[in-house]
């Protein structure tokens, strides 16, 4: 087996503050990097926000069964004619012209009654299975095809390349406008409504993923480009270690870094990506999202502040937490930046 | 006349940046309507004045400005003078482009239209049976384009050029000028068979003979269409294919630039003469129609009445929201107002041929459910419906087949006629808009309203550009259809025959406008006997057809009437309802600068 770089790296560098009695530890990059983050405070902070919000999102049938609330118009138990003013279409109880309900802790949505807590849990629900779906996908596209790409060297990273350069210029908010109507109209049966969300939640996935491999890729190729020539490779190729075992074995494990960090960074980018595009309508039927719901309450936001705010906060913090997050995983992982 | 087209699919680019001052917090104030009176919403101008003359003056008008326009549709459907079918179409082009033989005003007085000469300079002559109606057109009319002067013979050119049924399938000729002029029925059309001439219609000078083939009293009020006014006879301008972009003008204004979906601009007509117009009206420099504009949009920018926000009007609905804020805010900015519609579900009599299971459909229909999800205003633009005809038709008697009252809803009443029907979970299909949010919301409503009355509901999916194209496929898997219907003038033929007439959507692969489907030969020929009746025998006689049909058949529940609440800018003057069409009295409008 060669020298991986990882080993190398392997310098004892916390030995001298090693503690009395504890053995000479050698530390992986990762595990500095870990114990980087734990000393973090922000990066703290923002992991218990998305560790909340995950929970949050996992556990919402069970939070919505606890609090006996619904998230769909189709399992709610009342009329909504029943608990809506008939000319406003607002609560007759509860939030914003009553005060705190405690059966609808966050009021009931205008028009539809239904409670907006389980919706908003439930379109969180969605959020994060969307983007972390597209998220995992994604990485394995591009850290696959990358490393194919930057090691392969002739036609096979031209073909690569190209493919990657072609997906690039293709543009993805028209991607998604074209393919929406297409899966409507091809699974627009009757009694399949059920197949028909499934259907739009993996191609929302599937979009997300097609549309976003490409950065990663690149990113990885680069970086095989210039550990390919390093020694522990060319020793490896001259003992012959299969090339399958030198990608995974020799190269990845280089690659950890560039990999969490894009990831982390991602993972926000496919929350605000999937409400923006349940906003534009090309989301999910069926299924509530968060995008869905900003789309329905902005003509209210005026009259029903709370309606709007719930859902446009929820995603704010999150992402934003999910962005710090990653922007701390970074700094921990980079060897350049010592605090 | 079809409402004016549904929503095109609309990119929501913008983010929400509009900003209107605060309104006031809390809003529960009901939403009632006191300028409109709900039993006459198809009152629609009974009242004629064959000696109206021009000019027209507004006391107190003030000359310039520009009209803005704000519209969530994209005025997609054709602006062919020849085929306009759409209320919102029609009521631009007659009101501000075109012409035609007749035409409506504006009573302050009694809210309503009034039938008045346009082109012609009375309302017709007729003989003792109506079976041939003369109409003299006036002289010093001029066409924009061109300044050229328009002749009989252009007029006379328009209304033959409408009856082309395969150029102008959608238009209103074939119910109206095929069916009741002589030698209509059989004429192709001078661009399907150019060889053919049509011999109804006969000019000798300034006057236009028409003969009809039955009794048509109504010829004045089917005069008001834009297919009844001139076109130039010219081949290359007026040719089909080209002349919907750019149809001449004989109005006050005429059109400067039209690119559908986005932007229609009109600019004065430098010919037109006030002196020949007994209705219209020259005061703005222009209109600007901006078109698919957001709904929310529009509402913050009425709301506003800022900038040019003060010179704009709209002719879509507030939503109900930006309605209760409107009406506490500037009452005086709210154009409220009847329109002769009716809203329906039309179940498919081909499949759904039991009348016990139709009428327990109208029974579970969640009337409440569906008009909270689609944001409509209750007794605003959400009238309790019974009878297929709405309130103020001449002869109207209402009537209650069921006896169900307003938008009550009865799931036990449903599953005990189906019950009895021995139709319990009876499969009922019907489409609904994946990407159209209030669509969806009215899905679901729908299907807890029918699971509820045991019924088995299967919404459809389609999109919003496909859904007409689904609705109207005769071969659709779907046994319900949701349609509206408005008057084209208060009467009972421009109901009855449209929508009930017999069809074989198996053979001709089209239901024309009549979605039940229904057909039966004795209503055929009861249409058929009423429409040769004295004129003051048939609005009751109409009324009587219709009750008839409803209890016997039960072909179709009506689901709400509808009125408008639009809203106007500080400085726009004379927008009121015309209550024909639903739409802004054009004629009248001036900007108060």
């Given amino acids: ?339 | 006349m079809r409402f004016k087209s549904p929503l095109i699919a609309i990119s929501a680019v913008g983010v929400l940046a509009l900003s209107a001052c605060g309104g006031s917090g809390s809003s529960s104030g009901t939403a009632g309507n006191e300028t409109q009176n709900n039993n006459e919403l198809g009152n629609t101008g009974n009242g004629q004045d064959p000696t109206a003359k021009g000019p027209v003056t507004i006391a107190g008008a003030k000359k310039g400005g520009i009209v803005t326009v704000l519209t969530l549709t994209g005025l997609t459907t054709t602006l062919d003078p020849s085929e306009i079918y759409y209320t919102d179409t029609s009521s631009i082009m007659s009101g501000l482009v075109t012409r035609s033989l007749t035409q409506y005003k504006y009573d302050p007085k009694t809210k309503q239209m009034i039938l008045v000469p346009d082109l012609a300079t009375d309302l017709g002559t007729h003989n003792d049976n109506y079976t041939q109606w003369k109409f003299t057109i006036r002289s010093g009319v001029k066409w924009g384009e061109n300044g050229q002067p328009i002749t009989a013979k252009d007029v006379a050119f328009g209304m033959v050029r409408c009856m082309d049924s395969t150029t102008f399938p959608t238009g209103a000729c074939p119910y109206y000028s095929n069916a009741y002029f002589k030698g209509g029925s059989s004429y192709k059309g001078m661009y399907t068979d150019p060889g053919s001439k049509f011999k109804g219609i006969k000019v000798s000078g300034d006057t236009i003979t028409i003969n009809m083939a039955k009794p048509f009293p109504d010829m004045p009020y089917w005069g008001t269409f834009p297919a009844n006014g001139p076109v130039p006879s010219d081949k290359k301008v007026s040719d089909p294919k080209t002349y919907k972009k750019h149809p001449w003008s004989t109005g006050p204004y005429m059109i400067k630039s039209f690119n559908q979906s986005k932007e229609l601009v009109l600019e004065k007509n430098p010919y037109w003469d006030p002196a020949t117009d007994p209705a219209r009206t020259q005061y703005p420099d222009g209109y600007d129609f901006k078109l698919q504009q957001q709904s929310e949009k529009i509402d913050q920018i009425m709301l506003a009445d800022t900038g040019t926000g003060q010179t704009t009007l709209t002719y879509d609905d507030l939503l109900a929201p930006d309605f209760t804020q409107m009406k506490q805010k500037a009452p005086d900015r709210l154009t409220l107002g009847g329109s002769p519609c009716t809203y329906y579900w039309a179940p498919d009599n081909r499949k759904i041929t039991n009348k016990k299971v139709r009428e327990a459909l109208s029974w579970a229909y969640p009337y409440k459910n569906v008009i909270l999800a689609g944001g409509l205003i209750p007794n605003v633009n959400a009238i309790p419906a019974t009878n297929l005809m709405p309130p103020g038709l001449p002869g109207r008697t209402p009537y209650n087949v069921t006896g169900r009252q307003g938008f009550d809803t009865d799931p036990a009443k449903a599953k005990a006629l189906l019950k009895s029907a021995n139709a319990t979970g009876y499969e009922i299909k019907f489409l609904f808009r994946t990407d159209d949010p209030v669509s969806v919301k009215g899905k679901d409503a729908i299907v807890k309203g029918l699971t509820e009355a045991g019924f088995k509901a299967t919404p459809v999916p389609t999109t919003t550009a496909n859904y007409v194209a689904a609705r109207d496929n005769t071969t659709e898997d779907i046994n319900v259809r949701s349609a509206g219907w408005c008057s084209d003038w208060p009467s009972g033929s421009t109901w009855l025959p449209t929508l009930f007439g017999s069809t074989n959507p198996d053979k001709t692969h089209s239901f024309g406008t009549n979605y039940t489907a229904f057909s039966n030969k004795g209503v055929d020929a009861q249409m058929d006997a009423i429409q040769k009746m004295p004129l003051e025998k048939q609005a009751d006689a109409w009324n009587a057809l219709d009750k008839q049909i409803a209890t016997k058949y039960f072909p179709l529940f009506t689901t709400y009437y509808t009125g408008v609440a639009q809203a106007h800018g500080s400085k726009i003057m004379g927008d009121n309802d015309d209550n024909t069409l639903g739409m802004p009295t054009w004629k009248d409008i001036w900007v108060n600068q």
Avoid at chain 1, 144 to 159: E, P, Y
Wanted: proline share 7%; net charge neutral.
């Fill in chain 1, 1 to 339: 087996m060669g020298i991986s770089a990882t080993e190398l790296a392997e310098a004892p560098v916390g030995a001298a503050e090693a503690p009395e009695g504890k053995k000479l530890a050698g530390r992986s990059p990762t595990q500095i990097a870990l114990q980087r983050l734990r000393q973090d405070k922000l990066a703290v902070v923002c992991f218990g926000i998305v560790v909340f919000l995950v929970l949050c999102g996992i556990f919402a049938p069970v939070i919505c069964n606890l609090l006996n609330i619904y998230p769909t118009a189709a399992t709610i138990p009342y009329d909504p004619s029943e608990v809506l003013d008939f000319s406003t279409g607002l609560p007759l109880q509860g939030p914003p012209n009553h005060g705190f309900w405690a059966q609808h802790p966050l009021g009931m949505a205008p028009q539809t009654a239904v409670d907006n807590l389980a919706r908003l849990l439930y379109g969180l629900r969605t959020s994060l299975f969307v983007a972390t779906a597209a998220t995992v996908f994604s990485t394995l596209i591009g850290v696959v095809l990358g490393l194919v790409a930057g090691f392969s060297r002739g036609w096979m990273d031209r073909i690569i390349m190209f493919v990657t350069d072609l997906f690039l210029s293709f543009p993805f908010i028209l991607g998604a406008l074209a393919m929406a109507p297409i899966i409507v109209s091809h699974f627009a049966k009757p009694g399949q409504l059920g197949t028909l969300s499934k259907v739009q939640l993996f191609s929302l996935i599937g979009i997300l993923v097609v549309f976003t491999w490409m950065p990663l890729c690149r990113l990885i190729r680069g970086q095989v480009l210039s550990l390919r020539e390093r020694e522990f490779v060319q020793a490896a190729q001259v003992m012959g270690v299969p090339t399958r075992r030198i990608l995974f074995k020799e190269l990845l494990p280089n690659l950890v870094a560039p990999i969490v960090v894009a990831t982390s960074l991602s993972l926000p980018a496919f929350v605000t990506a999937e409400a923006g595009l349940s906003y534009l309508g090309i989301g999910i039927t069926g299924i509530p999202t968060l995008g869905q719901t900003i789309f329905d309450a902005q003509s209210w936001w005026e009259v029903y502040p709370l309606y709007l705010w719930a859902p446009v906060l929820t995603i704010t913090v999150l992402v934003l937490a999910l962005n710090l997050l990653g922007d701390s995983i970074r700094d921990a992982f980079d060897p350049r930046t010592r605090r």
